[in-house]
């Protein structure tokens, strides 16, 4: 399995940080790659760009560590093994750190991920300015 992990601190209280990360429905309004996307209970369905169903398991949204996990488990991505974390810090009043890390199976999947996160994360802050 291969690991890779994006982070970014910047400029806005970690509870609007957590709340943004924490509403999995609303992940296509900061995740670029994600056209559409809802939740359902433990689950999270969207649609990428380019038109790719993925189905997501929800296995933690921790609001205390302010910590997210997913797992993709169906849909039209061919993993063998994913878990994604995202965990939101604050770093001092008003200054929050996000740190994104992927293990995924087959390793092959990490060059059209692992960009995407980057990319992701670096629109945190625009997202949140909304």
Do not use: C
């Not at 806005?12 to 992940?27: C, F, K, Q, R, S």
């Amino acid at each position: 399995m291969v690991t890779f992990r994006s982070h970014l601190q910047f400029d806005h209280p970690a509870e609007a940080v957590w709340n943004l990360i924490a509403d999995a429905g609303n992940v296509s309004s900061w995740f670029p790659l994600v056209k559409s996307s809802q939740a359902e209970g433990p689950r999270r369905h969207l649609t990428l760009q380019d038109g790719t169903p993925v189905v997501e398991d929800i296995i933690t949204i921790d609001s205390v560590r302010r910590r997210f996990q997913y797992s993709i488990s169906g849909g039209g991505i061919p993993v063998q093994s994913h878990l994604s974390t995202v965990d939101v810090i604050e770093v001092s009043d008003g200054s929050t750190l996000v740190v994104y890390s992927v293990e995924i199976e087959p390793a092959v999947l990490l060059d059209v991920l692992g960009p995407a996160v980057e990319e992701a994360v670096r629109n945190l802050p625009t997202a949140l300015s909304k």
